[in-house]
C-alpha cells in the first residue's frame, strides 16, 4: 500500500490529532513540532515550546491513503478544525506555538493548499485569514504522554474554535 504525509498545525495538537483520526483513510498521526529556530533549538520539547521563544508550532503528521482519502479532502477537514481568523490563537489556548499552518512536503501539496486557502479567503471576506502554508522543515516528535493523548486520558484539555 502506496502511503503519503501531511503535516498540518490548528492549534492544540492534542484535538487536532483526535480529529484526524478520526477520517477514514488516514491510518497513522503522529504530534510534534514544526518551524521552529532548528539551529538555536535543534531538540525541542514541550518546555521549550511553550515558553513562546522557539518558533516551533503544535503539528500533527498524519499518514494516509491517498486511494481513499485525498490530500484535498485532508485539507477541507483541517480548515473545518479550527478558526483561521485568529492568529496564535484557538479557542483558549494563546501564543506562537498554536499559530495554524499548512506545512507542504512537495509542490502538489503546496498548490492545493494555496488554492484551498484562497477559497477560505473568499468565504470569511473581509476577515483576515491567519493560517500560514510554508515548506515543512524537520518535524520533531513530541513527547510520548502528548501522543493519543485523549484516548489515553479520556481528557478532552484542549479548546477548540
Keep these: 500500500m502506496k502511503t503519503e504525509k501531511a503535516i498540518f498545525a490548528a492549534g492544540c ?7 484526524f483520526d478520526l477520517i477514514k483513510g488516514v491510518i497513522k498521526t503522529t504530534v510534534g513540532y514544526i518551524d521552529g529556530d532548528e539551529k538555536k533549538y535543534p531538540n525541542p520539547n514541550y518546555e521549550m515550546i511553550h515558553k513562546d521563544k522557539t518558533g516551533y508550532v503544535e503539528a500533527v503528521e498524519a499518514i494516509f491513503n491517498p486511494k481513499i482519502v485525498s490530500y484535498k479532502k485532508l485539507l477541507e477537514n483541517f480548515w473545518n478544525m ?3 481568523t485568529f492568529q496564535n490563537r484557538q479557542g483558549f ?4 506555538q498554536y499559530q495554524a499552518g499548512i506545512f507542504y512536503l512537495n509542490e502538489n501539496q503546496k498548490k492545493l493548499a494555496e488554492k484551498s486557502k484562497k477559497e477560505i479567503e473568499k468565504r470569511l471576506f473581509p476577515k483576515k485569514v491567519y493560517t500560514v502554508i510554508k515548506k515543512a522543515g524537520t518535524f520533531f516528535v513530541a513527547e510520548g504522554y ?12 484542549c479548546s477548540v474554535k
Excluded: I, L, M, R
Aim: net charge neutral.
Design 13 to 19: 495538537f492534542w484535538h487536532v490529532q483526535y480529529n
Design 82 to 84: 479550527h478558526n483561521p
Design 93 to 96: 489556548d494563546f501564543g506562537s
Design 146 to 157: 502528548h501522543q493519543k493523548y485523549f484516548e489515553k486520558t479520556g481528557v478532552n484539555a
